[in-house]
């Protein structure tokens, strides 16, 4: 049974070798389906041509083959009628009727998941990374992309700052992450919370940075991209403790604020520098 005739009703069957095609087409049609099948014997390959010029005279009818012989044979392909050569020692005939069911399944399907992307790119902001494009950026290489273009050198020039900055004071960065710039709140409220002024996305390996961003929040979040790196990707990494990746990020980017107004963060950054001062070393991260 071929694939399609596991989804369709059994198609009725007329063997060339047992007699011709005579009515052929009406069987296709009231069947709602027919096969068609020969040897490689000349006459019989003819009553087939014959068969398959009645079914392709309606326009409900297209013509399935596939070799019996081959491997595939129980995969049959659409192909017109003209098309029929002496190679395929069987043909399938099918009524269209069920090919467009099967079309009209398979249309319903794509426009479901259509509107499930769509749905999660509208409700859930983080997806829409992914297609920055959409929402007011644009990408000037797969890695960088802006919301103003007119802005690229002043941003480069700050992420170039930040990025030299990391690899002199933890190491050089393996790879080039990906980086968002939005030079509006309005812009970065369309992928984040606008009350954050920077943020990375460990999964991604992007980096989204907001209108509010600072060379030392910049190096803060290229430290997050740092130990995703060097502590095993996002699943091994972020497994560790927050205050140690968060105190981590707050204390060597030379954050200048003497008080973090994030009192959590403030915590954190307290109990790494703590953490160091009792022999701590970042490149071994505590466990707990
Ligand atoms: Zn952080």
Redo the contacts with the bound molecule.
């Keep these: 049974m071929s694939r399609i005739a596991g989804v369709w009703r059994p198609p009725v069957i007329a063997d060339a070798t047992n007699g011709g095609f005579d009515g052929l087409h009406r069987s296709a049609i009231s069947a709602g389906g027919c096969r068609l099948r020969a040897g490689s014997d000349a006459s019989e390959i003819d009553r087939i041509r014959h068969a398959c010029r009645m079914a392709a005279s309606s326009p409900n009818c297209v013509m399935l083959h596939g070799g019996r012989t081959s491997a595939n044979s129980d995969s049959p392909m659409a192909a017109p009628c003209g098309s029929v050569s002496h190679d395929p020692p069987t043909i399938q005939v099918f009524v269209g009727r069920r090919i467009n069911l099967l079309k009209k399944f398979a249309l319903l399907f794509g426009l479901l998941a259509l509107a499930v992307i769509v749905g999660a790119i509208a409700l859930y902001k983080p997806v829409r990374i992914f297609a920055p494009q959409f929402f007011g950026l644009t990408c000037v290489s797969e890695k960088l992309c802006i919301d103003d273009v007119g802005r690229l050198e002043e941003a480069t020039e700050l992420l170039e700052d930040a990025r030299r900055f990391v690899s002199d004071e933890l190491g050089s960065l393996k790879a080039e992450l990906k980086v968002l710039f939005c030079g509006t709140r309005q812009c970065f409220a369309n992928f984040a919370d606008p009350a954050v002024a920077a943020q990375y996305y460990w999964g991604a390996r992007t980096l989204l940075i907001g209108d509010r961003a600072t060379p030392y929040i910049i190096r803060?979040e290229l430290i997050?991209h740092w130990q995703n790196e060097n502590f095993g990707g996002p699943n091994e990494a972020l497994r560790l403790p927050m205050w140690f990746l968060?105190g981590m990020?707050y204390s060597l980017s030379n954050d200048p604020r003497e008080v973090i107004p994030n009192a959590e963060a403030n915590g954190q950054r307290t109990r790494f520098l703590e953490w160091q001062r009792t022999g701590g070393d970042w490149r071994t991260p505590p466990r707990q």
Excluded: G, I, Q, T
């Design positions: 803060h997050h968060e990020a």
